[in-house]
């Protein structure tokens, strides 16, 4: 996939940007604007869009902790935050950002505040707010997007099965996923039971023809599928969605007690609560 021209667009707005030392967030919009800048993504691929997406915040996020001057720098703060808000997908593709460009935008955050640019402590508070990044270890160049992708997947479904752990931890719908339905309502006894009551209703109806008229009541014995076997189905059709749940969450069984410790210390060291972005705001505003 070819990402240059998208490249260039990027650098050709932060550089317009620049060239006036421009320095607040409507500045920015009026350059954006002016250049039609959200018809980038006209032209974005059908396929790979997280790469792609990954891709455009990762160039911008270079100018935003370059060495440049103040106004390209917050040129590439203010372009990430209108890359993401004018995306057109649905949920949102959220920013990766390393914990190192992390702390370069705690600095770019310090210098606008001596300049009183008031705008950038208002925006990266409220970026913040919204959770609109996401932080990790490795800084993302291009060649290591796929695998930082990768990753970002595995501890998505790290953090998936410690959810389901919380969510199933000391309730029935743990029970109820794991459940054999066909032993929980004992189908052959059930199957055995269905298939005897129909005899017995056969035969009734066959004694009672001999002695009144059992026309208007024969039906019931005819083209009757019996209660073992409709449950049958039933108990097949369970396992068989079953089955597509545990292809999905893969969950079929529960991890070891050292992964499932692991996987609890994984996620508080990643911090995804209210109180991780709290705690991230009040270092970030440290100055």
Not at 68 to 88: A, F, I, K, M, N
Not at 106 to 120: Q, S
Not at 235 to 250: D, G
Request: glycine share 4%.
């Amino acid at each position: 996939m070819d990402l240059s021209p998208f490249k260039q667009d990027i650098d050709e707005l932060i550089d317009e940007f620049a060239q006036d030392e421009l320095t607040t967030l409507a500045d920015m919009k009026r350059v954006w604007l002016s250049r039609k800048f959200t018809y980038i993504y006209e032209a974005c691929p059908s396929t790979n869009l997280s790469f792609f997406m990954q891709s455009l915040y990762a160039h911008t996020i270079c100018h935003m902790v370059s060495n440049d001057s103040l106004s390209c720098r917050l040129g590439g703060l203010y372009c990430l935050y209108c890359l993401y808000e004018t995306q057109p997908f649905k949920p949102p593709f959220h920013i990766y950002i390393s914990l190192g460009e992390l702390k370069k935008l705690k600095k770019l955050l310090v210098e606008a505040k001596n300049k009183d640019i008031r705008v950038v402590p208002a925006l990266v508070k409220r970026m913040l707010k919204n959770k609109i990044f996401l932080f990790g270890s490795v800084d993302l160049i291009e060649s290591s997007i796929p695998e930082t992708v990768k990753q970002l997947t595995d501890l998505q479904n790290a953090r998936v099965q410690v959810a389901y752990e919380k969510l199933f931890a000391s309730t029935r719908i743990e029970h109820f996923i794991h459940m054999d339905l066909g032993a929980e309502v004992d189908l052959n006894v059930l199957k055995k039971m269905s298939t005897e009551y129909a005899e017995a209703k056969r035969q009734a109806i066959q004694e009672a023809s001999e002695v009144v008229d059992v026309q208007n009541v024969k039906h019931i014995q005819d083209d009757q599928e019996l209660m073992g076997d409709v449950v049958g189905k039933i108990a097949e059709n369970w396992n068989v969605q079953k089955e597509l749940f545990y292809q999905q969450t893969r969950m079929d069984q529960q991890p070891a007690a050292a992964e499932q410790t692991q996987l609890q210390v994984n996620d508080d060291e990643q911090g995804g609560g209210e109180d991780f972005g709290q705690e991230l705001e009040q270092l970030l505003f440290q100055a």
